[in-house]
């Protein structure tokens, strides 16, 4: 089973997008060689966040912009945006009713998954575009350190 990597691939596409507003054009084929995805991927998203009122696009303009700041979008509007209002987790519905775990490990992991959930949701509510922002600058900071250090 291959997991999704929508979600990931938005919050890049919304990072690149701030990141780079007025340096480079900000076509689709921009943002898809830093996410090494093809620009089709980057515009069928573009078109969920755009949905979502978390990006304002203008059809055959390499000019979009955040619909709102960084700080007033969290993960948790990126994640409903592109993957919806899906589980996180999923019980394998066939298992045997004959068999003491087969017969209540459904019951038993759709509670536990529902807590997990729960509380990944309430996390990513207060996790802002801002917060990824700002981490990816002091890593890159850190990184170009580092760089000057090995170079002397």
């Known amino acids: ?6 979600f990931s691939d938005s919050i890049h596409i919304l990072a690149f997008i701030e990141t780079y507003k007025g340096k480079i054009p ?7 060689s830093s996410i090494e995805t093809s620009p089709v991927v980057v515009r069928r998203l573009m078109g969920k966040l755009r949905k979502a009122k978390l990006l304002c696009t203008t059809h055959r303009s390499a000019n979009p912009k955040l619909a709102k700041s960084p700080a007033d979008i969290s993960l948790y509007d990126v994640l409903l945006a592109v993957e919806g209002n899906v ?9 045997n ?16 998954y529902q807590q997990a959930e729960t509380a ?3 996390k990513l509510v207060t ?7 700002d981490t990816i ?8 350190a580092r760089q000057r250090e090995e170079n002397e």
């Open 1 to 6: 089973m291959k997991i999704s990597t929508r």
């Open 26 to 32: 900000l076509t689709s084929s921009n943002i898809a």
């Open 87 to 95: 589980h996180l987790f999923t019980v394998d519905q066939k298992t």
């Open 97 to 112: 009713p004959e068999c003491i775990v087969g017969g209540n490990i459904q019951a038993t992991l759709t509670e536990y």
């Open 120 to 122: 990944a949701e309430a």
């Open 127 to 133: 996790i802002k575009l801002q917060d990824i922002l």
């Open 137 to 144: 600058m002091v890593r890159q900071a850190q990184k170009e």
